[in-house]
């Protein structure tokens, strides 16, 4: 059974440290997106990638946030420095886009950053 | 321009029926329903393209009217199972799937026995 994979699970950091976040894409599909999940906003897509290219990473802080896909089963997304404001569940999900028949995401089990 | 959905909030028997409703402002090539357990990621329910058809998934459905630019999720005789948070994602772009869609801010819905 396929399925996205992120690490860490569960991050604690202090403000100003570099966190990096993993996820591994179901193979075989072409668009990663990266969310952004919090209690007063919701899910909000932070980037994505179709065939590893950036196509929309607008809903980034650029200044501190980085998202990249060194290669088809891997993507990352780095904050550098952290602040406690970017405390939230960050998902990864993966899918695959064929033309007019519209695509599914499936996501991964999120990774839970806690900055102090 | 994120998708409005209501109610925000739901509290259900079990065997009772519900509706979640989401709205665009803009025009809809599709519209993608989730549903979120607490603590747990988004699973995938269904997906509703360009053409008002209505899908099924068990005893949950969902139409879409593009030209209002809404679509509806119902739950029919619901489960304890329905718990959780249900999301409409939505994708606006005329010429094809892009596959990157915006998210409601959630409809929570609490099944009691």
């Known amino acids: 059974d396929a399925r996205v994979t992120q690490t860490p699970r569960d991050k604690v950091t202090e403000m100003g440290q570099e966190v990096t976040m993993r996820c591994q894409p179901i193979?075989?599909?072409?668009?990663v997106f990266w969310y952004r999940q919090t209690m007063m906003q919701g899910l909000e897509l932070l980037a994505y990638?179709?065939?590893?290219?950036?196509?929309?990473d607008s809903g980034m802080p650029k200044d501190r946030f980085s998202a990249e896909m060194p290669d088809a089963t891997l993507a990352t997304l780095k904050i550098q420095p952290s602040e406690p404001r970017d405390s939230a569940v960050y998902f990864c999900a993966s899918g695959l886009v064929l033309g007019a028949s519209g695509s599914k995401q499936f996501f991964g089990p999120g990774t839970r950053l806690t900055v102090l | 321009q994120q998708p409005v959905q209501s109610p925000q909030a739901v509290i259900l028997r079990e065997g009772e029926d519900a509706v979640i409703n989401c709205s665009s402002s803009?025009?809809?090539?599709?519209v993608h329903w989730y549903r979120q357990k607490h603590g747990e990621a988004p699973v995938f329910l269904m997906i509703?393209?360009?053409?008002?058809e209505q899908k099924g998934h068990d005893k949950i459905s969902a139409s879409f009217n593009e030209k209002k630019q809404q679509s509806s999720l119902y739950l029919t005789a619901s489960q304890l199972s329905y718990s959780g948070t249900y999301f409409c994602g939505t994708e606006d772009f005329d010429g094809g799937s892009q596959g990157n869609l915006i998210f409601g801010k959630g409809t929570k819905l609490s099944v009691k026995p």
């Open positions: 509703l393209l360009k053409g008002g």
């Open positions: 193979l075989g599909h072409n668009t």
């Open positions: 803009k025009a809809l090539y599709s």
């Open positions: 990638f179709r065939n590893r290219a950036p196509l929309d």
